[in-house]
């Protein structure tokens, strides 16, 4: 186990990365060079919780990671087939099994920024934690209705925004252009080893670049 920093600059596809459930291509969005990821047509026409909705959808970066400090700068927008219900979800996966059946990830819903001045209580979901498959967003949110495991933000769709995790067994702090807005000592996981994933959810059409890992890997 040794103390690593990795930066994937994600101008193109980084060696080994696995699309999963996600269509990626490089693309430059307000001068920036990146990679765009959004779902595929046959996901986006799937069913809800079981096709989409804080379900594996991701690139998957080839990655051993278990604690540490991730960061990305993310753009995030809507499609033109996006469903009323989206909000731009886009964010970091992270400790993703073999099979892609347990992950835990952190996503944005810029649409919910407080830049777009949402009613209440939207202004207050636009981050999210959940731990798949057991605490998605919707159990999450029904046995912790003051909002644990979700926060405003000062954010708004179409920006760059930067995303950092720092992560330590069941801890997990959440930055957002360099803002605390989670704080958790207790998230639903122990700490294992897993890939790291750009996550994107129905409706978005999100662009990463300037991925960065500091961590203990294997």
């Given at each position: ?70 960061s990305v700068d993310l753009f995030s927008q809507l499609r033109k087939d996006a469903p009323d219900y989206a909000r731009g979800f886009a964010g970091l996966a992270y400790r993703i099994n073999a099979n892609q059946d347990f ?11 407080l830049k777009v001045n949402p009613a209440p209580p939207r202004d207050q979901r636009a981050i999210q934690y959940f731990c798949y498959p057991n605490w998605k967003f919707d159990r999450l949110r029904e046995e912790y209705p ?73």
């Amino acid at each position: 186990m040794t103390t690593k920093s990795i930066t994937y600059p994600l101008n193109t596809l980084p060696e080994g990365a696995i699309p999963y459930g996600v269509a990626v291509n490089p693309g430059t969005i307000e001068g920036r060079q990146a990679l765009r990821v959004t779902l595929t047509d046959e996901i986006s026409k799937g069913e809800p919780t079981i096709d989409f909705i804080d379900m594996p959808t991701f690139l998957i970066i080839p990655t051993d990671f278990k604690n540490g400090t991730i960061s990305v700068d993310l753009f995030s927008q809507l499609r033109k087939d996006a469903p009323d219900y989206a909000r731009g979800f886009a964010g970091l996966a992270y400790r993703i099994n073999a099979n892609q059946d347990f992950f835990e990830a952190v996503y944005l819903r810029p649409l919910n920024g407080l830049k777009v001045n949402p009613a209440p209580p939207r202004d207050q979901r636009a981050i999210q934690y959940f731990c798949y498959p057991n605490w998605k967003f919707d159990r999450l949110r029904e046995e912790y209705p003051d909002g644990d495991f979700e926060a405003g933000a000062p954010i708004g769709p179409s920006e760059w925004i930067n995303l950092r995790l720092n992560i330590d067994e069941n801890n997990l702090t959440v930055f957002v252009d360099d803002v605390e807005c989670i704080s958790l000592n207790q998230t639903k996981a122990e700490g294992t080893y897993g890939k790291i994933g750009l996550f994107v959810d129905i409706g978005t059409e999100a662009y990463f670049c300037n991925l960065k890992i500091d961590a203990d890997l294997r």
